[in-house]
């Protein structure tokens, strides 16, 4: 079954590749990740069936959470893409679709992944992937943010191999074999000598922090954002992140198992709060609605990073808000995509009257912008504030009280670009009039915000069940 | 650990200050094609036994780190026509007394790691660090493409190094073939677009993009 959630995707890039016709890709990408999705549902209903045996790929409660949400947002993504892809028929969409299902196979490895090692080449792939995804408009803006990307993520990706190994070093001094499976690590970490968990922990929240978009080592996220298609900035934001983070969270699984945790979570705290007044610093008076867009992803990674550091309750919102941020990023970054195709713009400058030109991608940007800025009755705001009471429980008050300053800055700062681009009246002479909401562009959209509103209002059973059990494998409540 | 491996681990970290220090671009390619030379002869020093594995892993390290990638380099260096001036944002000088401080501060903290007895007379963990240092300076206060990648090499050198200490986990392997061979192949590819699209291979030029 694991297997499977590799190798479907794996081979339906295959297939794309071999495909001569540019028309019938987008279609086989969507039947792909429809599948997928059926297969990591069905992942969460046959739970407690795993094969074992498998060291190296098995399910977890984290691992499913984070499977689920990825695929629920590919698989929107990829619908979009049909309406996307057919607007942009001019160009040749065979690397592109190939590398759409690579990306969809990283993902799930690392979400399976039991191996530190595995974990890395996966997250590596995924950045390969990614890399080709960026520089779809072949135009010199998508060549520098691509140039940008790859250089700071080649280099974070490189500190999280040299952490992995510096575990691995770890691991062969203080249990006599350089062993790097999590189980075994997490079993016997007490034996792990302090000063190599501790290095390797830097390196490694360095590493994947870069590959988060955590500040300060975000400087790629606004230009990547900016210049990739809206739906790519969509499974980058929502996906690629996550699984960095996912990557993280294994990490500080080991590392909290080898008795390091409270270091490891002043790390956390820190780099949250950082995060979130860089983001906050750059998104008052943004002219840019994508930068604008990365910059509050930057903030959603230091939320998640925060809850981690502040433990305890603080465990289980940062997973619910793990789910939020995925697809709350989603109908942003796919609304925002909208307007820039309608506008041929993404400055302030230019567009403006969204709501007249676009009435529901404008419509669902501004919803999405109220969701993810924490408004009721979305789950953003169920999920920030569990943070918030997590931080309060915890004790740790000057923690809470920046956390709502940094928040309701970032509230005002989004707010003003967000409104200025969809109230007014739209330019006059604007090449992109023939843009037209069609069912694909805009449908996909208005289902994610539904989720997301669902999320606000009631959580499902199975999902509250899997975000406990995710939590409690994390030591939290 | 004998002492001739002490002594190409030193010829490693000479070559880091070589790299840094020079202002000659294919002076820096081959500086960077000597370390995966003298790479490709460490694997030798962590297994005596003459296995399979030990013989692919010489081979192809010094063949991919020692002669295709600064080929490649060298290569797009020659089709390109750019100047071969460095044009680095840092002074020589004060490169390489950053990189002298690097060196001795690996010294200094790798002597503070708890580590294995065998590991602790050979200075392979220093000179990893410094070499990761050492690259990540070189990285960092170059303008052109192509000394960013050269300086990248050598900070996955580093790790390299670092990674032959764990020589039974196989996960030397990892970093060479994949983060190598397809990290420098497509950013290769993308140098070559760099190219096309600005005449220049100049990361000065990139800079539309900011706040």
């Known amino acids: 079954m694991a297997l499977y959630l590799v190798l479907v995707p794996l081979l339906g890039a295959l297939a794309v590749f071999l495909l001569p016709t540019d028309r019938r890709r987008p279609w086989i990408v969507a039947a792909v990740a429809a599948v997928h999705l059926t297969l990591s549902a069905s992942t969460i209903a046959l739970r407690g069936i795993d ?65 530190l090692m595995i ?94 978009g955590l500040a300060p080592l975000h400087t790629w996220k606004p230009d990547a954002y900016g210049e990739a298609p809206g739906v790519v900035g969509a499974l980058l934001a929502g996906g690629m992140t ?46 840019d609605f994508k930068r604008l867009l990365a910059y509050s992803s930057v903030e959603h990674m230091g939320i998640l990073v925060l809850g981690i550091g502040i433990g305890g309750a603080g465990i289980f919102a940062a997973l619910l808000h793990l789910i939020n941020n ?5 109908v942003l970054f796919l609304a925002a995509g909208n307007i820039h195709r309608a506008f041929k713009s993404k400055r302030l400058e230019d567009v403006t009257g969204a709501m007249r030109r676009l009435p529901v991608s404008a419509g669902l940007f501004t919803a999405g912008f109220f969701a993810i800025t924490g408004s009721p009755p979305f789950g953003p705001f169920v999920s920030e504030l569990l943070v918030l009471n997590a931080a309060m429980g915890a004790r740790r008050y000057a923690v809470a009280a920046l956390y709502l300053i940094l928040l309701a800055v970032i509230f005002i700062g989004m707010g003003s670009t967000v409104l200025a681009v969809v109230q007014g009246i739209p330019p006059e002479d604007s090449e992109g009039r023939s843009f037209r909401e069609s069912a694909f562009k805009t449908i996909p959209i208005a289902g994610t915000l539904a989720l997301v509103l669902m999320l606000g209002l009631w959580i499902p059973d199975w999902v509250s069940t899997l975000l406990h059990d995710a939590a409690r494998l994390l030591g939290g409540s | 650990m004998p002492p001739i491996a002490d002594s190409i681990l030193i010829a490693l970290l000479l070559t880091n200050f070589f790299i840094l220090g020079t202002a000659n671009l294919r002076a820096a390619i081959r500086g960077v094609a000597i370390q995966g030379l003298l790479l490709g002869t460490l694997p030798l020093f962590v297994e005596s036994q003459p296995t399979l594995r030990l013989v692919t892993l010489v081979v192809a390290t010094a063949a991919i780190k020692g002669v295709v990638i600064p080929g490649l380099l060298l290569k797009a260096l020659r089709d390109v026509h750019i100047r071969h001036e460095v044009e680095p944002y840092l002074g020589f000088v004060a490169s390489l007394f950053l990189c002298a401080i690097g060196t001795a501060l690996a010294l200094l903290f790798a002597d503070h790691l708890p580590l294995a007895a065998t590991d602790r007379a050979g200075l392979f963990v220093p000179a990893s660090l410094a070499t990761l240092f050492a ?66 291979l100049d990361t000065e030029r990139l800079s539309r993009l900011r706040e």
């Not at chain 1, 995925?326 to 989603?330: E, P």
């Not at chain 2, 990540?136 to 050198?157: D, M």
Request: hydrophobic share 55%.
């Open chain 1, 51 to 115: 094969a074992p045996g498998s060291t190296w790929l098995q399910f977890d409660a984290l691992g499913r959470l984070v499977l689920i949400v990825v695929s629920t947002l590919f698989f929107v993504c990829a619908l979009y893409c049909i309406g996307y892809l057919r607007l942009r028929a001019g160009r040749p969409n065979r690397v592109f679709c190939t590398a759409l299902l690579c990306f969809l196979g990283m993902t799930s490895l690392v979400a399976l992944a039991r191996h």
């Open chain 1, 326 to 330: 995925a697809l709350t990023k989603g």
């Open chain 1, 242 to 287: 996550t699984c960095a983070f996912l990557a993280l969270l294994r990490v500080y699984r080991i590392v909290d198992a080898a008795g390091q945790g409270q270091f490891a979570r002043e790390l956390l705290v820190f780099f949250g709060l950082l995060s979130m007044a860089t983001a906050a610093a750059f998104m008052v008076g943004q002219r």
């Open chain 2, 135 to 200: 690259g990540f300076l070189g990285l960092t206060t170059r303008r052109k493409a192509i000394s960013q990648v050269t300086g990248y090499l050598v900070l996955e050198n580093g790790i390299y190094v670092f990674g032959l200490l764990l020589y039974q986990a196989m996960v030397v392997e990892v970093g060479v073939l994949l983060d190598l061979l397809v990290g420098i192949f497509i950013m290769g590819i993308v140098i070559n677009h760099i190219q096309r699209e600005f005449s220049s």
């Open chain 1, 119 to 212: 974990l890395w080449v996966a997250m590596e792939a995924t950045t390969l992937a990614t890399a080709l995804l960026l520089y779809f408009n072949h135009n010199r803006r998508s060549l520098e943010a691509t140039w940008k990307y790859l250089i700071i993520g080649s280099v974070g990706i490189a500190l999280a191999l040299l952490g992995t190994l510096f575990l691995a070093y770890g691991a062969r001094l203080g249990l006599g074999e350089p062993t790097l499976e999590f189980s075994d690590l997490v079993a016997r970490a007490a034996r792990l000598p302090a000063p190599w968990v501790r290095t390797a922990f830097v390196f490694l929240l360095v590493g994947y922090g870069t590959k988060m």
